[in-house]
């Protein structure tokens, strides 16, 4: 938006991020549990996992949970590199096919709830961080600007962020729901 790619922009929906792991649980994420708040420590966790040299299968593939992953990360103040460190493993793919690999392997990941919620393949695998406010998961539409873009059909893409916007498009993503868990919470705010 602040270059101009975009001419309007409205938050949408929220969800959020979950570390999933082995039930053995290799790197002792579970100590980082605040029984009363109900809480993990997301940045204390990764700290963990490094430190244990446990395996962690990213996407690394630059989409927003590789990005989210990433920030997490450099907030842990730990930079692994596949390259280098073999304990970390990058599939460069989907967020299934990233789950599919840590559950084959017994091995940490990031993924949105969303996508655990629907994956079936988890073997050992079982949340292990949930609840840490940094793992809060924003979504937004954005119409890309016409003035820069000619192509753009700029009314069609309105009229796709008026519906999303609306108490119409809000209630669809309320009642949205994978195996009885609502996936998504509607937060537009009219200004």
Request: hydrophobic share 45%; aromatic share 10%.
């Amino acid at each position: 938006m602040q270059n101009g790619f975009g001419s309007v922009r409205r938050m949408v929906m929220h969800n959020d991020f979950v570390l999933v792991g082995p039930k053995f649980d290799p790197a002792g994420i579970a100590a980082t549990h605040d029984a009363i708040a109900a809480t993990h420590d997301a940045i204390a966790a990764l700290r963990k996992t490094a430190a244990a040299k446990a395996r962690f299968v990213s996407r690394g593939d630059m989409s927003g949970t590789d990005a989210e992953e990433q920030r997490l990360w450099a907030e842990a103040g730990v930079h692994p590199i596949a390259a280098h460190d073999l304990w970390y493993v990058q599939t460069g793919s989907s967020m299934v096919q990233t789950l599919t690999t840590a559950a084959s392997t017994n091995a940490y990941a990031l993924t949105d709830r969303g996508t655990w919620v629907q994956f079936r393949d988890r073997r050992n695998l079982e949340i292990v961080v949930d609840h840490d406010a940094r793992l809060f998961n924003q979504y937004a539409v954005m119409l890309v600007n016409s003035a820069r873009h000619r192509a753009v059909k700029a009314d069609l893409g309105m009229a796709f962020i008026e519906w999303l916007t609306s108490r119409q498009g809000q209630d669809t993503i309320a009642s949205y729901k994978v195996a009885g868990k609502q996936l998504f919470f509607p937060d537009y705010v009219e200004p």
